[in-house]
């Protein structure tokens, strides 16, 4: 029989504990200090909140760099250059938005 914790995978720089962000965050959900279950799943899905987080931010840049590049040479490429610098623009934009300004639930990886 596994004990407790015992089959729970932990990743390099994984806590038990709650953070502050986790304690404020179970006390606006109603999470009571008994519900374990409940708790580390709340705990977990504020880090993978903060992973997909960081993950579009790092994804936005790369879209924002590339939609400022202009290497084409031929008026052809440059008119399609330009459609993609357009189209990357856009999705640029529309990152921007899916988290909000102030993503609630997220815990950042540490680092980030």
């Known amino acids: 029989m596994a004990t407790k914790g015992s089959s729970k995978k932990k990743g390099k720089g994984d806590d038990d504990r709650p953070t502050a962000g986790d304690l404020e965050m179970f006390k606006a959900l109603g999470v009571g200090e008994g519900d374990h279950c409940l708790r580390d799943l709340v705990m977990g899905q504020r880090r993978i909140n ?7 931010e790092e994804v936005k840049k790369v879209l924002d760099a590339l939609s400022k590049r202009s ?29 909000g300004d102030e993503p609630p639930g997220c815990e950042r990886p540490a680092g980030t």
Do not use: C, F, W
Not at 50 to 56: H, P, T
Not at 78 to 89: C, D, E, V
């Open 50 to 56: 903060g992973r997909l987080l960081v993950a579009i």
């Open 71 to 99: 290497d084409a040479r031929t008026e052809p490429s440059k008119m399609a250059n330009q459609a993609t610098n357009q189209s990357l623009r856009a999705v640029s934009e529309h990152l921007k938005y899916v988290a």
